[in-house]
Structure formats: C-alpha cells, structure tokens
C-alpha cells in the first residue's frame, strides 16, 4: 500500500524560489579587488533568471555540462542555481589541478560551456588546443573583456545584460544530475562524482539541522571552502534554503583579509581545511579582530590537531570537526559534543572534539575489518570506514573504478577509522597513508596531529618510507614556525612525542621543510612527499 | 542525466536505526498511575523488535491496517515504530470521536488489529458489533487482563515476553504507506489521510532545522498534543532522529500534571494546542514552577490570542505560533522572527508572533481569490490558503471527496488567508467560518481573538447567524472567567472591541456560556455552536 503523498520533486529549484519568495531582502557580499559587491536575493533571482535564458543561447541542453574555473563569488553562485535549475550539470573546477589533469575533467566530462573568472584566465589558455568540447567560454570579471585567445570567447555582463530576466523553471525529476566534482585518486586520473538534486536537497536540508550546522536565517556564513572543493560543502545551497546572508572572499583568503571580513561581515559561520586556520591564527593573536559573533568554525578536509582547537578556544572561536568525502555531496559527520559529554573534564571533551564526529542524519557508517567483518564500536577496533545514504555516491561518471569502490551496497571511503560507543568516527589514516611496521599499523594522522601541538611547530606531515626490516618506518616532515626556523632538532620532536607514543610508534627521522607541498583543495600533499622522499635512508 | 547517488529509501526504519546505533543510552520517560515508567531508546529498540514479530504472529502483513486507541505513552510510541517499520501502517484514533465516526473510521480503515489503552476500554466495548474488520484486540497496561466483552483480547505485555527481540527489518519502498489519520470535515464522514515514509521522514529532518523546532540531542520534548491528532506533529519521529529524550504524559494533562511534569523532567520543547495554554496559565500564576529549562511552547491547532503570547511572555516563557493540518504530516508554518524584526518595537513583533508564521521549508503556500488568482503578498488581500510540498496528501483514502479537495496540483486548505511580503500567513478564519455580512468578509477568528485579550473572558468563539438583510451577522459566544461569571456584561464586551474594528464588524449579539464546547482535538467547536444557535435571533 502506497502513501498517498504529493509526489514533489526535491530539487534545487526548491531552494531557489524560497529564497526569492522569503528572503529577498537579504544579502549576498563578496569581496572585490579593493571593494565590496553586496545584493539581495532578489537581485541574484533575477541574474539567474537572466542566465538561464543566456544559457539556452548558447546551445545548452538538458543534461549537458557546464563548467566552472572561478573563485568564491555571487557570479559563481549564480552559475551554482542558473545551470542545474534550468537541467544542466554544474561542474566546478578545481583551479589548482594540474593542466593535463584540468584537460582530462573538461574533457572526460564533455564540458560545452565554461566560465571562467578573469583573472584566472592566463590558467585555462595554455590548454585551449586540448579542449575540443568547449564551445564556448565566458569570462566573468567587471571590466571590457580582456585580450585572450581563447575562442569564442564571450563576456559574462554582456550575455546577462542581453537576457531576458523572466525563465520558466522545467520541472525536473528528483534523481537528476545537478552537478559534477571530480576527486583526485592516488593514481591515475581523477574520478567523477554526479550529484542530485534529490541529494543536494536532502544535503542542504541536513545542514541546517540543529545538530549539524544549524544553519539559519540570522546566520551569516562564509565559506572559506572554495565553490569548486564539493559543492562549497554544501553551504551556498543550505544559506539559500534558509535565507542566510551569504558572504564571498573572492580570491582574497590571505590572513589579513579573511580577518577582515569575518569581522566587517559580521559572520556567524565559517568553514574551511585546517590550513587555514592554522595560518590565521597566528595574525589573530597579533592582531585582535572583532570575531564575536562568530558561532562555530567548521574545520574538515583533514585532522584537526587538538592544540587547534585550544589555541582557538582561547579566542573564544569554536572550532568543529567535520568529516566528509566529495563522494558523500559532501558532509558525513561532524563533531558536537553530545549532552552527557557537557559534565566531562576539559581535556576529555578535547578528545571527543579531535575525533571527526557522529553521522549527520542522512548518513550511517560502519568500519568493516580485513575480512569484511563489521568491527566494534569500541573506540579501538581498526577497519575500512564505510558509508551510505541518500547522498552518498553510486558509482563514479564512466569510470571503470567504480567497481571497486563498494561493499555490498556499502561506499568503500579508504579511510580507517574506529567509531566509539557514542558513534564518533576517529579516522586512523588513509589505507594508504597507514605505515605498516612489521606487520602493526601505525596512524600517520595521530603522529602528525601531536607534532603540530609542540609550540615550535607550524605543521607537519608523517609519510611512509621502505625499511628493509620493517618494510616501513614512519618519516616526519616539518615545517617549523618562522621564529623557529634552523633552531628546532629533529631530537626535540622525537622526545615531544616520546611520553605520547608506544616506542616503535616513532618516526626514525625528522626532516625539516621550508613550506609544506599542498594539493588543490589545501591539503597536505603526502603523494609529493612521498615522491620526493621515495629514496630517503633512514639511518 | 541522472544523478550517480544511492537510490537510498527515506524510511522510518533510518529513524529507529539511527537512534539505536548512536543515542542507546538516552532516555523516554512516561507518566503513569501515581508514578513514572523511563526507560532507554535501546529498550525501545528491543521491545519495537519484540512488537514486530508479534504483528507476524497476529498476522499483520505488508499494507495492513493497525489500529491505536491509546494516549501518549511509551508503549504507543513503539506502536508508532514496529507498525510502519514492519511494512504495515499505524492508524492512530481520535479516543474523543463519538462511536458512529469511530466505528466508521476503523471500519472504512479496515483495521486488523487495534492497540487499546486500559483505561479506554470502557469507549470501545459498545462498538464491538460494529467492528467487523478487528481480528484481535491488543489491551495496553500494567495489570492482568480486565474483564471485557471484547474478542479476540490479548494482554499487551504477554505478546512482548513471548516474542524474540530479533527482527530483520524489510527494504521498504520510501513511498510506502506508514500512517493514518483521519480529519473530521465540517459534513460528512471523517476523511482519511495516508501517510508515507518518505514523508515522514522529510517533516521529521524538517522540524530539526534551526528555524523549524531546532530539536537537537540536547532536548527534551514533552508533547502535550496527542499522539492521535496528526502524528503527535511530527515529534515522535523527530525526536528519535536526533536523539532527544521524550516525555509522555500518558493521560494527565490536567494543569497541576503538566506544570509538575513540565518541571520535574527538565523539558525545553512541548507542544499543543491553544486550550492547553490557556488553563496552563492561570495555574502557574498561583503556583510558581522552575519551566527555566522550557525554550519553545509551540502552538497550533488554533490562532494564539496576542494576550496569551504576553502572559508567557511575563512568566519567561516564548510561545511560538504554528499551523499545519492532518493534511500536511501536518507541520506548515511556524510564527519565529526573522532577523530584521529584532530591532521592531515590542508591539510590532507581538503583531507578527500572532500571525501564523511563514512556511517551513518543505512547504509552498499560496493564497489563491474567487476568479482564481493568486492573491499578492501584501499583508492584506485575502484568498484561500492553498499548499504543496512533499509532506502534503495528494487524496484522501477511497474518499471521492478527494477532487474537490485539490487546485492544480495545490492541496485546497479550506482557510482564508493573508500572505505578507516576508511570507507570514495569517489565518483569516475558515472558509466556512468566515461571516458574510452584505457581501464583505468578517472574519471570526480576529474578533474571537481580540475578545479574549479581555482580562474578564477565558475563551470566546464567533459564529455566523442568519440575518435578513444582511445575510449573516456575527455573533460572539464568550465564557467568562470564574471571577466574573455573572458580573461580565455585553455592552463590556462590544465596548471593548468598538476602538479596534470597524463598527460594521462589530458583534450583534454576545451570549455567555459555562464552558465552550470542544472537538475531538481540543479545538473550539464551532459546528456544535452553529447547531446550537441555528435559531438565534438577532434583535
């Protein structure tokens, strides 16, 4: 026997015509070259609209895809609602890949349209030979349109300014691609992931749950996530849902200005990798800023070193932990303490903090053992954490991995983890990541999250390296704090986390690093180390 | 293209799961005879479990019907889980419908199996020759059995201790029906609405984001509105979501019950209809309880009088307007302030808390006029209230009163309503309330509210009646306060609202009762008004 329930799409359409419905008042800020852009909802509609319209002009069908190559501004959130609402696919691109790998996605994913910002453009024209899909590529910036040889190339004011602003949104089936990210993979090119307007929905929907981000509409949000790293994690899609003011960096995210805007802005929220914070916070401390309305800072991408979440708590700044994957749309978990946890010594709530979180609710997890037992939730047992839910990807975009990468049903994340009583996922390492010494695992996340505590640190990645006896042994590379630099001793790591660590749990050497190697999306890149230190004798 | 994400059923099953795996240890208490039941959500799983193979046994299969006639307590609670969960679907009855409509309901339901609350047998056994569809009857208490005519009984808690507590929940299909309810209509039989999983699932999700309800782990929800009428709102399943300890009040929801229960169990979040609020207060105005704890009395059911939101106001605690129907699963709009309105002088923000409030996320509303036009969000223009989304009913259950109820795909609400520009609904009246005096609308429900800001009045309801020129005239049923019974007078009352309507809105007629009659859901009844006063003759 069926429901007898509308059958209503759950599409981001949804959320676009709330936003102009309810909140049309409310702003959307993003900051310029040497200035400020800040509308209204109503303003971004009707620019939506406009754009939609533009992209019909442009030969854009249902289904087809349409990439970005920009940073975090209304302009990209305007291409964020125009491309999947009208039943197009949304791709961002990642602006720190590499050219072949940036040719192989636009290619690999048929992008007939890009927008590009200008100032990002001396990137995309090198490649201009190897991209036989693009059609057509707009450029979004405020002046005339800049020399280029890219072709043909159109500028992004114009084609709105041509458009008419009134669109007839297409009723579209749930299960509909809405957009694309690509995720780089240890080896060989990067994967596909296909999002939903069903998934986008509910994801957005999760956000704004109480226990999760609680995203509002008092809220003023700033990610400092790029729109190009999986869906901005989320948030331009959730803010609009509730009509949460929306604040952009543009490409400004150095300490100086991102202090700056937290504090002009007023924000409330703000997300982004541990990178960032780690770099800010030390400018915070010289240079006060008024954060206080400031409510949680979520912190994902990798492991939060628990002297982070100290060094802001005595800012009075919350740091949140979160984990997710660009294959789960993407938030999995977070990491709120619960109601019993409230009672808990300091330095017990610090511990529950560092681990990633519980499931947000439209996810579950499992940890599944080397003979795909489900281990424990125990807070101890080791296995390969999995996911799935109405958000979490099905398979990558025509690629014969996807194979690989499920359980029974079950998203293989290639993270280990264990997961506690209360259901806190602590993420041991990657699968590969993991040094595997005669036969034990050691967590390169846990030795790197301990050096980043001892005060001459800045940061600091653990990889493996091939040992004759052990077949690995653990590597530290550290990057000292500037006033530390050529003071700090490989001895004085290695006795920091002596009290912390079994013994054989000890990197066999430290080497010291001017700048840490970072990947696209600002993480630690472990795949470059491990390059650079392939041959590395350890003594 | 389709999206590439799990084809993933949103079910109640997720719910029950979820707070299993990660909220086992958190609490639902229930009060009792002299006492109190409390247990862990872990217990709940098991006897849910237990529930399930019992159904089996009764023979319950996929799509049945099984039916409650229990108040709010522990054991409905796992009715509310082990019946959709299993594939069947849990249809909750109104124990205060008169026999015919009950009799009708069960039957036109088809119920198998009806779970009976102890202490409501006594309205149950005269029907039995009229329940032909009932294959057994389930008896819910703490004692043996009691002498009763009915049969097939079985104890409740036998079932329990004789069935094992693993059970394998089915893969259901999302859109599966989980629930009924039926809604009395203003003629005719009750009609019947079925719910689905995945509606459900959506207003569970919906009311724990941050500008709904906000129910987080944190919380401790007391819903005073039974579990019959709609779903509880909705709290049940969305409290297990997110972990949140529950509190029922089983039958003792008498003022001194409520306040100490209120209290005692430290509750933040209860929830009821307006007659509730209105006894509650004189009470906890002669005795003084600790409710420090409470952050949201929601509301619905009936329009808040302004008077009321200021007395709360004055004891600490926020009233929060909301409107849904069975209709709807049933939670639609909900009356908190937006951040613009913080700053608006005291009188403004009570004026729009007495609105209904604007739409939850999962719903679209729309005021539609006479010719058919939607009516603009002004503030003023009145129309019928019409709503979408993926919460709402798209038919009642084998009813043919089904067509008449929809509007192109809008589901026809029966309220007369203003929009304004931020997208607060206000409900004028009902379509059949409204009183049409010489071709313009008076509306009942804002004469009846601002009769009961009279410091002498307890309630107040306004009907039509028949007049020959102007074809009908308001007539204001009033029920005093105790203190002024006899002493208030009707020039008193028209004097009273003389500066705030027009005078051609003003009552022609005030007569005074002893006690305002109910429906079944605690609401004015004003059919039973209307009967009453069908005579009446103005002067």
């Known amino acids: 026997m069926l429901g007898m329930i509308m059958d209503y799409p759950l599409t981001i ?5 709330r936003a102009r419905r309810l909140y049309a008042g409310k702003e959307i800020a993003t900051k310029t070259e040497g200035g400020r852009h800040c509308y209204r909802y109503a303003d971004l509609y009707e620019r939506v609209c406009r754009l939609a319209n533009a992209l019909r002009e442009l030969g854009v069908r249902p289904g087809d895809r349409v990439g970005t190559f920009a940073w975090n501004t209304y302009r990209h959130l305007e291409v964020y609602f125009a491309v999947p609402c009208s039943g197009a696919v949304v791709h961002t691109l990642n602006v720190r890949l590499g050219g072949d790998q940036l040719a192989y996605v636009i290619g690999h994913a048929a992008n007939r349209v890009l927008f590009v910002d200008e100032s990002l453009l001396p990137l995309l024209e090198p490649l201009r030979e190897q991209l036989p899909t693009v059609r057509a590529y707009v450029v979004m910036g405020d002046g005339p349109l800049p020399d280029t040889p890219l072709r043909p190339v159109l500028r992004y ?14 009723t579209l089936d749930e299960r509909s691609a809405c957009g694309m990210c690509y995720t780089s993979g240890t080896t060989g090119h990067p994967k596909g992931v296909v999002y939903s307007h069903r998934g986008m929905y509910l994801h ?8 999760v981000m609680a995203i509002c509409e008092r809220d003023v949000v700033l990610p400092v996530v790029p729109m190009f790293h999986a869906n901005c994690w989320g948030l331009p899609y959730a803010a609009a849902m509730v009509g949460a003011k929306q604040v952009f960096a543009g490409r400004f995210t150095q ?15 703000t997300s982004g990798v541990p990178t960032i914070w780690i770099s800010l916070l030390p400018y915070l401390q010289e240079h006060p800023h008024d954060l206080s309305r400031i409510r949680m800072i979520v912190s994902g991408g990798s492991a939060v070193p628990p002297s982070l979440f100290t060094a802001y708590d005595a800012l009075g700044l919350r740091i949140v932990h979160a984990w997710g994957m660009t294959e789960m749309s993407p938030v999995g978990v977070l990491g709120h303490l619960r109601s019993d946890m409230l ?12 681990k990633q979180g519980y499931p947000v609710p439209v996810v ?28 979490v990807t099905s398979g990558y975009y025509e690629d014969e991995r996807s194979a690989a990468a499920f359980d029974d049903g079950w998203f293989r994340t290639g993270d280990v983890a264990s997961i506690d009583a209360h259901g806190y996922i602590q993420i041991a390492d990657r699968v590969k990541d993991l040094v595997k010494s005669g036969g034990e695992w050691i967590s390169s996340v846990d030795l790197e999250s301990a050096i980043m505590g001892h005060p001459k640190v800045l940061e600091a990645a653990v990889i493996a390296v091939p040992h004759e006896r052990w077949q690995e042994r653990p590597l530290a590379c550290v990057v000292p704090r500037p006033e530390a630099k050529g003071s700090l001793t490989a001895e004085e790591i290695v006795d920091y986390l002596r009290p912390r660590f079994p013994r054989w749990w ?12 970072k990947t696209g999306v600002g993480k630690f890149d472990k795949k470059a180390l491990r390059a650079h230190f392939r041959d590395f004798q350890l003594a």
Chains 1, 2 share one sequence.
């Open 13 to 17: 359409t949804c959320l676009l015509e």
């Open 157 to 170: 004011e114009d084609l709105l300014a041509a458009a008419s602003p009134a669109y007839a949104w297409p």
């Open 204 to 211: 957005s929907l999760m956000l704004t749950s109480a226990d």
């Open 255 to 269: 300490p100086p200005d991102l202090a700056r805007l937290l504090q002009d802005e007023q924000v409330t929220l």
């Open 343 to 354: 009672g808990w010594r300091p330095d017990e709530q610090l511990g529950t903090r560092a």
């Open 364 to 391: 579950e997890v499992r940890a599944v053992d080397d003979q795909g037992r489900e281990v424990p939730w125990d807070g101890r047992s080791l296995g390969e954490l999995q996911v799935r839910g109405p958000c």
């Open 506 to 517: 000890l990197p066999d050497a430290v080497v010291f690093l001017d700048a840490m190697p």
